[in-house]
């Protein structure tokens, strides 16, 4: 009986790591798209997307994309409750961004409350 010392199982895969991650915080206004977009060194490499711990699909709220090595995770008319860590896993590697949902109505508010009003130029 001859014994081998090879280990069984795949080559592992080469190392691939995102060619641009997600930043730590994405604010958007309520009510507007909320995007994240990744870039990969391969076209063909797969991803997925979390909110937490929950796997995102394809919905009437969510629209995933793939435009060569770029990946786009969309919120569509995000809400204050969609405020929460969203993260971008390659294999065993992951980015992540923190959505911040800003209701529109305070930042009005605090737009109005700067604005210096019209100028005096003669």
């Known amino acids: 009986v001859i014994h081998q010392n090879k280990k069984k199982g795949k080559t592992p895969a080469p190392a691939v790591?995102?060619?641009?991650?997600?930043?730590?915080?994405?604010?958007v206004l309520k009510g507007s798209e909320a995007t994240f977009t990744v870039t990969l060194p391969q076209e063909n490499?797969?991803?997925?997307?979390?909110?937490?711990?929950?796997?995102?699909?394809?919905?009437?709220r969510y629209r995933i994309s793939v435009d060569g090595a770029t990946r786009t995770?969309?919120?569509?008319?995000s809400q204050?409750?969609?405020?929460?860590?969203?993260i971008c896993k390659l294999g065993k590697l992951q980015t992540s961004s923190t959505l911040v949902v800003e209701?529109?109505?305070f930042l009005v508010a605090a737009?109005?409350?700067?604005?210096?009003?019209?100028?005096?130029a003669s």
């Open 17 to 27: 790591e995102f060619t641009r991650r997600l930043p730590k915080i994405t604010s």
């Open 45 to 60: 490499a797969e991803v997925t997307w979390y909110r937490n711990k929950t796997k995102l699909c394809q919905s009437e």
């Open 73 to 77: 995770l969309v919120i569509k008319e």
């Open 80 to 86: 204050l409750d969609d405020a929460d860590k969203y």
């Open 103 to 105: 209701d529109s109505e």
């Open 111 to 120: 737009t109005i409350a700067e604005d210096p009003g019209p100028s005096s």
